[in-house]
């Protein structure tokens, strides 16, 4: 099968890409630096700079994880819009490959899987939340709101989309957890504010597993939570990393302090959403890192 990808050289996308060329798929990916692309991804794949220029070979199946990682710096109201546009800008250009292939006859892709976050629901406090769950207005969520919709137009053209609402995800050489690191193997981590919100959270095997799932099963679409079935509070993710580094966390960062710094991006680790993948379960899908200490003790193990 014949799979565009963007976002290919993130994180995420970089692990896709490998696996997916494994599964002996073609794989296609967009990118703003070809030239630097293929220096990290497969030889294999052909990395072109613009969505249209793959008209010529349309895919059969899309992989859309394009954006700028939202966590990069402080929310004023020109990096909301860069956010916002890092998403809905790509998004829109693979609306109109499909688009454009239909209009020119040609068989159009008979999946899209699209890019979402945890965001979406916002501030949930303790409840569990499931794709059904009402959401928290917020910003965070008029992003994936926004996000989810520049994607949606794509069903009328006879595209099932998947809508992959991601949690944490969590690997070694990459991602939050490369960030949390440093000082937790110091004995410097510790929780955040309270420590009672939520983290959902995900290895990066099993998310790339559930795109290649959502790919795979003709009969799903909609949204679904990409992440683990035991979410964890940030206190216990905190214990449960410094415990599998056999360090102390007895350092945690008042709120305040988060707030003072970062701004309203401090809500970003201040509050959650207990988050549970209903959708994918209920579908048939087995994660090989359902708990928080055996994804760790994996991504430690080689980190």
Not at 49 to 75: C, H, M, Q, T, Y
Request: proline share 5%; glycine share 10%; charged share 25%.
């Amino acid at each position: 099968m014949r799979i565009l990808v963007t976002g290919g050289s993130g994180f995420v996308g970089k692990r896709l890409c490998e696996t997916l060329q494994g599964q002996g798929h073609t794989v296609q990916v967009v990118s703003r630096d070809p030239q630097k692309a293929r220096k990290q991804l497969p030889r294999e794949c052909d990395i072109r700079d613009s969505v249209l220029d793959f008209l010529e070979a349309p895919p059969e199946a899309i992989v859309n994880l394009a954006g700028e990682s939202i966590a990069a710096k402080r929310w004023s109201d020109a990096q909301k819009e860069t956010l916002i546009q890092s998403r809905t800008h790509m998004t829109h250009q693979l609306v109109t490959l499909c688009e454009e292939l239909q209009a020119n006859g040609q068989a159009v892709p008979n999946v899209m899987v699209s890019g979402s976050a945890m965001g979406y629901y916002g501030d949930q406090g303790k409840r569990v939340v499931t794709e059904d769950t009402a959401a928290h207005d917020e910003f965070a969520h008029r992003l994936c709101v926004k996000w989810e919709a520049a994607a949606k137009p794509v069903e009328a053209l006879g595209v099932r989309l998947a809508l992959l609402r991601t949690g944490l995800v969590l690997d070694a050489g990459g991602g939050a957890l490369q960030k949390m690191l440093p000082p937790f193997k110091l004995g410097l981590g510790g929780r955040f504010g309270s420590g009672e919100q939520y983290m959902p959270w995900i290895h990066r095997e099993d998310l790339v597993d559930a795109i290649v799932f959502l790919l795979e099963k003709e009969d799903l679409n909609g949204a679904f939570n990409g992440s683990a079935p035991h979410p964890a509070t940030n206190a216990e993710f905190s214990k449960t990393l410094a415990k599998r580094l056999n360090r102390p966390a007895i350092l945690p960062v008042p709120a305040f302090v988060l707030k003072a710094g970062l701004g309203e991006m401090s809500r970003l680790l201040l509050t959650g959403a207990d988050m549970r993948p209903a959708r994918l379960i209920e579908a048939g899908f087995e994660f090989q890192y359902p708990t928080l200490d055996k994804a760790l003790a994996e991504i430690l193990r080689r980190d």
